[in-house]
T-cell receptor, first 113, second 113 residues
Framework: DTAVSQTPKYLVTQMGNDKSIKCEQN?????MYWYKQDSKKFLKIMFSYNNKELIINETVPNRFSPKSPDKAHLNLHINSLELGDSAVYFCASSQEASGRDQYFGPGTRLTVT | LAKTTQPISMDSYEGQEVNITCSHNNIATNDYITWYQQFPSQGPRFIIQ???TKVTNEVASLFIPADRKSSTLSLPRVSLSDTAVYYCLVGEWYGGSQGNLIFGKGTKLSVKP
């Protein structure tokens, strides 16, 4: 059983499009996160949700919006995609809101052409 | 989040013990030290976490001196499958910090036969 799953694994789209990446965790964790790993391999947190409340909102463009229908899901919606959005996006979850001991998903490689 | 400094890369041979040191001179009182492992095309995987002195689990040991300005991840008797990037992360994220929560480039460990 996959602890943290993401769909799709690969996403190729054109500039200007709107796309969503889904994330689900079956660990019963209270907090979920979205990270972006760029071409230089820097892994940077974008958002985290704890009990449906946004507790960390990194300074990302407002084209990115996290949506959490329930505690087990945190989806990432991206509007008006740009070339610079190309990266690998990782979803993660943890039991504590402190961010310790996170479990990561397999990643979604987004390519914007 | 405290800034961390790690060696960019390390080489080792199978069966050897590997020690990866991370410097974090501006670590705060509430900060924990966490290490993650990342294989190519996968999300990071939690290895170990500690606050002070020594922590050991089935995978690794973490040594933290009294001043906590550095930490050393110790991998006993590495194998080829330990070839990965290892990230040191220091911080206490709860509280909605707007700081740059970036993993950094990590240390690329290459284990040779």
């Amino acid at each position: 059983d996959t602890a943290v799953s993401q769909t799709p694994k690969y996403l190729v789209t054109q500039m200007g499009n709107d796309k969503s990446i889904k994330c689900e965790q079956n660990l019963g964790h209270d907090t979920m996160y979205w990270y972006k790993q760029d071409s230089k391999k820097f892994l940077k947190i974008m958002f985290s949700y704890n009990n449906k409340e946004l507790i960390i909102n990194e300074t990302v463009p407002n084209r990115f919006s996290p949506k959490s229908p329930d505690k087990a899901h945190l989806n990432l919606h991206i509007n008006s995609l740009e070339l610079g959005d190309s990266a690998v996006y990782f979803c993660a979850s943890s039991q504590e809101a402190s961010g310790r001991d996170q479990y990561f998903g397999p990643g979604t490689r987004l390519t914007v052409t | 989040l405290a800034k961390t400094t790690q060696p960019i890369s390390m080489d080792s041979y199978e069966g050897q013990e590997v020690n990866i040191t991370c410097s974090h001179n501006n670590i705060a009182t509430n900060d924990y030290i966490t290490w993650y492992q990342q294989f190519p095309s996968q999300g990071p995987r939690f290895i170990i976490q500690g606050y002070k002195t020594k922590v050991t689990n089935e995978v690794a040991s973490l040594f933290i001196p009294a001043d906590r300005k550095s930490s050393t991840l110790s991998l006993p008797r590495v194998s080829l499958s330990d070839t990965a990037v290892y990230y040191c992360l220091v911080g206490e994220w709860y509280g909605g910090s707007q700081g740059n929560l970036i993993f950094g480039k990590g240390t690329k460990l290459s284990v040779k036969p």
